[in-house]
């Protein structure tokens, strides 16, 4: 569709997403979820056209990853930079904030010109969205009290909980492979657990995918190796997601049963449910020989499952022998980024490319979710862009 | 005042800022510092009005810490930001001046298309201020060689001495609390020494705050336990400009005894002038044994004055129980941040929100520090913003 | 000349930059390198006269320093930062590029909405240049599979072969000394090891010097001890192209002798190609215990040749005893960066400010190198840029 014609087609999405964070997706309406894919394809029709998307004129939009990132590191700036914000990192190791400071003053301190705030915390169960929604109480009132000229929005660059930058790029990616939304009805999506030979592997990306999908009446696969369980709240929810929207949500123990007649499979390896529990407390607890015993347990328990890689006779067993692969990369694979991994070599090189086609979702995803955050009629604020028509690059 | 009335009033400040640097502000007399607090609160008129303040298309502003920073770092940052810089940090441990290069020589190697350059360096006595002015000497060199198109401006960040723009937020804050600059007439300010856990705290907010207060003719009281001096030349300084004034000033070594009466307080804690020479020497020698036991030393010292905790039976025995209190930020609270700190934690929370506002002036008086250093008529470019009328956020 | 004059005559030029990444100056035409030198010094005149030279309304630079680097590091930012361009640092430590994933996948990661990717990468011999072409090729794949919307230029800010962005900025201060590139004709210029108390310097400024002044008819002396040769493809590639542009090649190893009659002397440091050689082989093990070694042989083996100074009485026999003294920066500096160095502290100084203006054409070659592989048609850009005519600071 035209860039144009999708604005217009924009303004018919009631969305509810003006001054509100997304913090996760099951706590958006399909409205709004569907209004941020749109505002998404646009502005990448924009880009193309060399039409400036810039909306801030100066800004800042901070960042403060709590662990290691590269590509929503770089996808957060991107999103900023095309809006026309400045990144600044809030590098805690550089800060003050060792000294004991609370979480309402550092939210404030950071905040006086900011307009939106990155958060990546999903190191520990149970605090990473927790941490995200303490800074949101701190704007509000920093905001209320006359600290702040507005209220940063914030955004959610993966937490313990839910990964919602990369499952809507995901969902970007699956709209753009299947057609529309619409197509993905009676799909069979395959959430699989994979061997990896390291562990710890946050659970946001599962979660974040069965969270999502189940909204758009697709077929739920999620397999695993017993005891790798996810959060039981977030399992139970989507669940209920995939019954309302028409779809099904199984759970299953046989990695190359479950691969049978899927359309898209998502193999990725993630560390148990109870380990993350265990691993919290002994991060908390700073207990480094605990955690090195537990690393070592894992591993061999991981090691039980070697045979969980998605291979070529997986793939063969799929719809139409070509299920459309995905993942959130760096993918483990096998003879090439490990010994033994997630997905042998051939397969992945084969879907290599759409990884990547997946993945260039993530900028644009994050400047809608910004974007729909900060104007209330987005339908318009991008009519008027195209109506500037300021180029990109050239005089 | 509306914002175009206060750029009218700004005229007729006969100030002497342009292409100067501010290292100390009692080197700038209060016309100057008048300016700065009027260009700071016509710039936060801007903001809310949704004006831009972008001055520069182009540009970089250095910042160069070398100390840990947050809300002086992101202060700089926003500032910049607002005035259309982009921020470059310049990390020494990154660079190559271990290799031993002359501080005339990273100076200009930085600064080929710089406008400001950003320096905090506090840990050294007599080291700080000093390092700043050689790097301006060095940038005076430059420019003239036809090195450097222009000569950045300098920022002093918080250095042995003073710590400008923290002095000049609280000032504006004072202000914006009182009314106006005339109404500080009469007003006694308590900047009293507090307890703290820690040791090692820089001098320059104390010192920074006679040294400013003292120009406004109100009545200083500097209190601190006995043998916790801050560097005479400052205080004998600090002296001569409250008198000069209209105000006075008067040391004391009974917390209880200061506080009586006050309009402001500002209980901080800091190290002892000698204390710091002592850290001085033995940081310039990386004698990190003679570190530790003068760190022993202190924090015995400082033990025995752990009664020196602004409380309510102190807040009470000010002007109506209601003193306004002031700190730089992060404070160390009784039960929040540590055990025994500066403040009781309910003091603390009363003026919690006034502690934020105080904050939220430093993002625009650094930009106005820097606007005033780089256009010689500011009321003038001041206007011309408001004409040009260009929105922040928005098509 | 004038800046509307200059740009007229960069028409002339016929120079075949456009999406063409510079990897080596000696894989470029003359008038390639011309219109380089040309279009920075355009963008130098443009800066003077407040002229903003933004061609890029927002965009991202990625930098990649797999070393450290202060100058380049800046150049790199200032030149981003004067088309328009945010950086944004790839820091391979804070990445999750340890996992194990490919060249590819990462530069396609970092690449969505970035312009160019700027990357020093001198360690190791064999390897930098060749990374350099391993990013180039992933992001043409990944423009042409329509992962990228534009294919980013790459910018070498050093490898293990050239360092063409100083090399560059070299040869437009020798233009700017000596009037023009055609008066380079039949200069001497020697290009001389220097004695250092530090090992493993790169050989990429000495071979880029020899790989590019040989372009011009100088008379090129390249000066050693014994053992200290650079890598022997590009010192005969070097001799080639002396001899074809009409000037001479000469290799000698007595210091004294080389500098005699010299219009131009570069004395630096460098380590030799076999100890890079074994260097990088160590490197590649992690081999602490053979790097300290290696390290203790080669100091004792420049202690050797701590004659090689470049002192007052080489000084007095160059050209009317004043040769145009050139370095990189920064240099070992007798008595100031070192005890005993490359130069003595008297000789540099007089040079001193020249050194300076020397490295200040970095930040302009850079951009041009952009902007030549950015546009078609550079000249009608510029042309452009002076007719719109938006000026870099004020309203």
Redesign the interface.
């Known amino acids: 569709m035209k860039t144009n014609e999708k604005i217009e087609a924009l303004n018919n999405i009631k969305s509810d997403l003006y001054k509100k964070d997304l913090l996760l997706t099951w706590e958006k309406s399909e409205q709004d979820l569907k209004a941020i894919i749109e505002v998404a394809e646009i502005f ?1 029709q924009m ?2 056209q060399n039409i ?9 939009a ?1 960042s403060n ?1 709590r662990d ?4 929503t ?3 957060y ?2 999103a900023s ?4 914000l ?3 990192d ?1 590098d805690e190791a ?4 060792a ?4 979480v309402s ?2 939210a ?3 905040s ?4 939106f705030v990155g958060i990546r915390d999903d190191m520990y169960l149970g605090e990473g969205n927790k941490y995200m929604r303490e800074v949101g109480a701190a704007l509000d ?2 905001f209320a ?5 507005a209220r940063p929005g914030i955004v959610n660059l993966q937490c313990d909980i839910d990964h919602p930058t990369q499952s809507m790029a995901d969902l970007a990616h699956l709209k753009n492979q299947f057609g529309s939304l619409g197509n993905l009805k009676g799909k069979k999506i395959v959430m699989s657990w994979a061997y990896s030979p390291s562990y710890g592997k946050p659970l946001s990306v599962p979660q974040g995918i069965i969270g999502l999908m189940s909204r758009f009446g697709m077929d739920i696969e999620l397999a695993y190796p017993e005891g790798y369980d996810l959060i039981p709240d977030v399992v139970d929810m989507a669940k209920k997601q995939a019954v309302q929207s028409g779809g099904s949500f199984n759970i299953s123990h046989d990695m190359n049963e479950a691969m049978k007649g899927a359309d898209i499979v998502y193999p990725k390896s993630w560390a148990p449910y109870h380990i993350m529990q265990q691993r919290t407390d002994l991060l908390k607890n700073a207990d480094a020989a605990g955690l090195k015993e537990l690393e070592k347990v894992c591993l061999a328990n991981n090691a039980n499952y070697k045979n969980w890689e998605y291979n070529e006779s997986m793939m063969k067993s799929t719809k139409n022998g070509d299920a459309l692969y995905m993942h959130c ?2 993918a ?1 694979i096998s003879g ?3 010994k033994e991994g997630e997905v042998e070599c051939d397969v992945f090189e084969k879907y290599r ?1 759409r990884t ?2 997946e ?2 979702y ?2 644009y995803i994050i400047a809608a979710m910004m974007f729909t955050n ?2 209330e009629n987005p339908s318009q ?1 991008l009519k ?2 195209m109506e ?1 028509n ?6």
Chains 1, 2, 3 share one sequence.
């Open positions: 990448k880009r193309d400036s998307t810039r909306v801030f004129d100066s800004g800042l901070i990853f290691n990132s590269t590509r590191r770089f996808s700036a991107s930079n095309m809006l026309g400045a990144v600044q809030l550089k800060s003050q904030i000294h004991g400071e609370t003053e550092t404030n301190m950071i006086f010109m900011t307009d009132e920093g009290e006359g600290v702040l000229p990369l760096p483990d090439v980024s490990c490319i990547y086609l993945a260039c993530k900028p900060r104007f604020i008027q862009l500037r300021r180029i990109r690059v050239g005089v």
